[in-house]
């Protein structure tokens, strides 16, 4: 148990951090999960719509350093190489 003020802040501190880190990481996670559906069973276009707020969504969850930024960009990559998957498939 932490005995100085600093510690004890320090401890306030990491909790709302942690908090804020998982409702973030919450929220990219489960807009990705609806995009996969979305990919499964939806149009190209809505897909194309989503991750488009995606993009947005993991730059703004790496900008505040809960992911880092090559974490992000890896997601996005991925997330766009089965839209194109997608495409192709419906093309052909």
């Known amino acids: ?10 401890i ?4 709302k951090r942690r908090a804020l880190n998982r409702w973030r990481k919450r929220g990219y ?12 069973h939806g149009s190209v276009d809505d897909a194309q719509s989503q991750l488009t707020g995606l993009y947005k969504m993991l730059d703004q969850v790496a900008a505040k ?21 997608k495409k192709a498939e419906a093309s052909a």
């Open 65 to 85: 350093g809960t992911i880092h930024k090559n974490t992000a960009s890896r997601y996005k990559s991925r997330l766009a190489n089965r839209l194109n998957k």
């Open 29 to 40: 996670r489960s807009a990705i999960r609806e995009y996969h559906e979305t990919i499964l």
């Open 12 to 15: 306030r501190q990491n909790v």
């Open 1 to 10: 148990m932490a005995h100085s003020l600093s510690a004890k802040k320090r």
